[in-house]
C-alpha cells in the first residue's frame, strides 16, 4: 500500500483590500512552484443574481459574509488537506495565462534581490527541500476570520493591516478602477468602497482591535486566544509584507514538519 502523503501546512494570508495579499501569493507561487496549492476565496464568491444587496440597496455587495459560499470553500479545502491536490471538478475563475500574467507583474514589483532572498531563505529552512514530500496551502482571501469552522482548518493565521486613506489609494490606482471603471464595473468604484468593502471590513474585524478600531491598535490578547498572528505595522509595502510572511511560513514549516 502506498504510504499517505504528510498533511500540508494551511497557512491563512487574510486582512484589509489592497495589503498587498494576492501579490504575496503570486511571489510565493513563483518561489514555490511544485509544492504550493494556492486557495482563493474569490473563487468561492457567488454569482452576480446571488449576491446581497448594499445597505442602501444601490448595489450588488460582493464583499460581505453573505456573498461567499463557506460551505464549499470548507469541502475544498478539506478535500486538499486530506488529497494534497485539489479537486478534479474544481474551476478557477482565473485562466493559466491570467496566472503566469499576475505572478510576472507580482515579481516585477518586488527588486530582484528581495526575490532572491526570499529564495535563499526557504531553501536554508528548509522549504524548498521539504517541498519534494510536502504541499504548503496558501489561503488567500478578504473576509475569513469571522467564521469559526474556516478557522478551525487553518495552522496558521496571518492578517495584513491597513488605513482607509491608503487601501482607498492603492485601491483606485489599480488600473481599470475609479474613474477607469466601466459601466456595471460596479466594484471598481470609490462609492463601492466606501459603501461596502471598507464598511464589510471594519464590521467583520472590528473584534481584533481595541476598542472595534480597525485602523488603531490590536487586541493582542483576542488574536493570540484565536491565534491570529497581526503584522507588525500598517500599509506595509510588498517587500515588507512577503519578509514578513516568508519568515512566519518558514519558522511554522519547520515546527510542524516534526515527523512528516
Known amino acids: 500500500m502506498a504510504t499517505p502523503p504528510p498533511p500540508p501546512l494551511v497557512l491563512s494570508l487574510s486582512g484589509a483590500s489592497s495589503t498587498g495579499k494576492s501579490t504575496i501569493l503570486h511571489l510565493l507561487s513563483s518561489l514555490l512552484p511544485t509544492n504550493l496549492i494556492p486557495l482563493r476565496l474569490d473563487d468561492f464568491c457567488k454569482d452576480f443574481s446571488s449576491l446581497p444587496l448594499s445597505p442602501s440597496g444601490s448595489t450588488l455587495d460582493g464583499d460581505s459574509r453573505h456573498s461567499v459560499d463557506y460551505a464549499k470553500f470548507l469541502s475544498t479545502l478539506r478535500f486538499v488537506k486530506r488529497e494534497g491536490r485539489m479537486p478534479e471538478v474544481f474551476e ?39 517541498a519534494k514530500k510536502r504541499k504548503l496551502v496558501l489561503v488567500d482571501g478578504f473576509l475569513r476570520y469571522h467564521d469559526t469552522d474556516v478557522r478551525r482548518e487553518m495552522d496558521t493565521m496571518l492578517f495584513l493591516r491597513g488605513s482607509k486613506e491608503v487601501v482607498l ?20 468604484t470609490k462609492e463601492y468602497f466606501e459603501e461596502c468593502v471598507w464598511e464589510n471590513y471594519a464590521r467583520e474585524h472590528g473584534w481584533l482591535f481595541d476598542g472595534r478600531d480597525v485602523e488603531g491598535s490590536p487586541d493582542w490578547g483576542v488574536c493570540e486566544t484565536a491565534g491570529i498572528k497581526m503584522s507588525p505595522g500598517k500599509d506595509m509595502t510588498v517587500e515588507e509584507g512577503l519578509r514578513w510572511v516568508l519568515g512566519i511560513l518558514v519558522e511554522e514549516w519547520n515546527r510542524t514538519s516534526s515527523g512528516v
Do not use: H, I, N
Open 92 to 130: 478557477s475563475w482565473m485562466t493559466e495565462e491570467m496566472v503566469m500574467r499576475e505572478e510576472r507583474e507580482a515579481r516585477e514589483r518586488v527588486d530582484v534581490t528581495v526575490v532572491e532572498e526570499c529564495r535563499a531563505k526557504l531553501r536554508g529552512g528548509g522549504v524548498l527541500d521539504g
Open 169 to 188: 489609494r492603492r485601491r483606485m490606482g489599480r488600473p481599470g478602477y475609479g474613474a477607469e471603471a466601466k459601466q456595471g464595473e460596479f466594484w471598481r
